[in-house]
């Protein structure tokens, strides 16, 4: 019996760490549908009155829904305190948010991570790694056609 435990034990061990391992990742060219990657661009007007440019609205990739991910990109906070950030929107660019027109809606992710990441982290690129899903939330600062529940954030390191 106890030689049965012990072996339970051991592959445990071997196959927990390849269960965490399981998160795929991916680049912000797969959030866009494959039938809007053809599409141009929106134009934007540069004359007159910049906030009042509305965010270009995109689809969203319903195969990414409820998958576990990681995904580089910039952060946007939008909760948390002095020492951390509890939700905020990830973008691909650095500035994204504050150029007008925002990024589309589907090049936009609200990120919960109720366990929080240090500020300082967050000023360069970093790795979330999460459960994405194709639920769209409204912000001040932009649309988010993806939302993700994060278990990790990171400095990015590649």
Not at 14 to 34: G, H, N, Q, R, S
Not at 119 to 138: C, P, Q, R, Y
């Amino acid at each position: 019996m106890m030689k049965w435990k012990i072996v339970a034990l051991l592959t445990s061990l071997l196959v927990l760490p390849a269960m965490a391992a399981d998160y795929k990742t991916i680049d912000w060219d797969i959030l866009i549908p494959e039938g809007e990657k053809l599409l141009p661009p929106p134009q934007v007007s540069h004359d007159g009155d910049f906030s009042s440019v509305p965010q270009p609205v995109g689809g969203v990739n319903k195969k990414l829904d409820n998958q576990e991910v990681r995904i580089p990109g910039f952060v946007v906070p939008l909760e948390g305190d002095a020492k951390t950030i509890t939700a905020f929107l990830l973008v691909p660019y650095f500035g994204a948010c504050i150029h007008v027109p925002p990024p589309p809606t589907n090049q936009v992710i609200y990120v919960s991570y109720p366990k929080g990441a240090p500020v300082d982290d967050l000023w360069d690129a970093i790795w979330v790694k999460g459960k994405m899903h194709t639920v769209s939330s409204s912000h001040e600062m932009a649309t988010a056609s993806y939302s993700m529940d994060a278990v990790e954030v990171s400095v990015y390191e590649e």
